[in-house]
C-alpha cells in the first residue's frame, strides 16, 4: 500500500467517530479521534522524512 493510501485509510476510519463526536457528542468517540489524529500526525512526519531522504539521495 502506498504512503498517501495509508493516510487516505486513516482519515476514512476516523470519519464514522467523526460524526459521532461532533453530532452525537459521544466523548470516547472524541477520545478515537484524538487518538487517530495523533498516528496520522506521526504518519506526516514519517512520511516527510521519507521524503526529504529520497530527495537528497537523488542529488
Not at 2 to 18: G, T
Not at 30 to 57: C, F, H, P
Request: proline share 0%; aromatic share 6%; hydrophobic share 35%.
Amino acid at each position: 500500500m502506498s504512503r498517501f493510501e495509508e493516510v487516505v485509510a486513516q482519515v476514512s476510519e476516523l470519519e464514522a467517530d467523526f460524526k459521532k463526536f461532533y453530532e452525537q457528542g459521544n466523548k470516547a468517540a472524541g477520545t478515537r479521534v484524538r487518538n487517530g489524529m495523533n498516528n496520522l500526525k506521526k504518519m506526516a512526519q514519517d512520511i516527510r522524512n521519507e521524503v526529504t531522504e529520497i530527495k537528497n539521495s537523488k542529488k
